[in-house]
């Protein structure tokens, strides 16, 4: 009465979660770190609300 | 020297510190499952009842007892965005949830992969496993609300009342089993002392301190994250040497 398969089962999705989560975390930390570099150069949107001007 | 704890709820001083902790807690988390594994899969012994399939009980109980801390972490930083609109609060309430979530899903898939041969089946509507269920649907609520929000300040103070309303939901998870009479069985450590054989308990214990790691590495390295995202227009984000780099 050993049943390795769903120790294996267990584990196996257990990694497999936390690598995901990993991957899915440094995929967005790059994204982020891409929108930083490329708002560095653009104006920043909240500005545009201290206006005077009305839209357009 | 008072410590000015105020000056660490800004987001530019939290960035970098919380920076240095990641590789930390994330090597120490490495550590502390090697250890952990080699204590529950070669030091402890096979039970006289289960057999190897016990062997669960290493990953289920860190991650259950992680899901509904972690839950507990979350509703403290909305009830600190709520009492003292500190940014950095909704923040780290943000990047708890899909770890939380994560928890809850490995808590349950682990349970009903050790439930089907020590009780026969994979699922059943227990007072235990239900409140951990609903405990998941709560993770994945404050998931969705967050998206459907654009307001990222409005998302958090939302997000903040349904966490507080959803802690209610933890003690009735912990007291479930003494409560009700379930399938699940009963607490086998106790602040009181544990009916468990030593080094099951030691490897339970390390991998418990293995899980807590790995959840706290994760979790700054994504507000990390959501910091850059939120304050990307800030001058101090500008001046970080990632953000300028190619």
Same mark, same amino acid.
């Given at each position: 009465m050993n049943h390795w398969h769903f120790i294996l089962g267990a584990y196996g999705v257990t990694v497999l979660a936390m690598v995901v989560e990993i991957l899915a975390a440094r995929a967005r930390r790059r994204a982020a770190l891409e929108a930083a570099r490329a708002g560095a150069d653009a104006p920043v949107p909240g500005a545009q609300l201290s206006g005077t001007g009305g839209p357009g | 020297m008072a410590l000015n704890w105020y000056r660490f709820s800004s987001p530019a001083t939290f960035y970098p510190l919380a920076g240095r902790l990641v590789p930390l807690f994330g090597w120490g988390a490495a550590v502390l499952a090697a250890v952990g594994l080699w204590l529950g899969f070669v030091v402890a012994p096979t039970d006289f @009842? @289960? =057999?190897?399939? +016990?062997?669960i009980i290493f990953i289920h109980v860190p991650s259950a007892w992680m899901s509904m801390f972690l839950y507990v972490v979350m509703a403290f930083w909305g009830a600190l965005l709520l009492g003292f609109n500190t940014r950095l609060s909704g923040m780290m309430a943000q990047a708890i949830a899909p770890t939380g979530a994560l928890m809850t899903f490995i808590a349950l898939w682990s349970g009903a992969l050790w439930g089907r041969?020590?009780? =026969?089946? +994979? *699922?059943? *509507?227990?007072a235990r496993m239900t409140s951990e269920l609903i405990l998941l649907f709560l993770y994945f609520g404050i998931i969705a609300l967050r998206q459907a929000i654009g307001d990222p300040r409005r998302a958090d103070r939302a997000c903040a009342v349904l966490a507080l309303v959803g802690v209610v939901n933890i003690p009735i998870i912990y007291f479930s089993v003494k409560w009700w009479n379930t399938l699940h069985q009963g607490a086998s450590v106790k602040l009181t002392g544990s009916s468990m054989e030593t080094t099951m308990l030691a490897g339970m214990l390390v991998m418990s301190f293995a899980f807590w790691f790995y959840a706290i590495a994760v979790v700054l390295a994504r507000v990390r994250t959501i910091v850059l995202e939120r304050e990307r227009g800030a001058a101090w984000v500008a001046e970080l040497p990632e953000a300028r780099s190619a």
């Open positions: - | @009842q @289960q =057999g190897e399939v +016990y062997r041969p020590t009780w =026969g089946t +994979y *699922w059943a *509507w227990d």
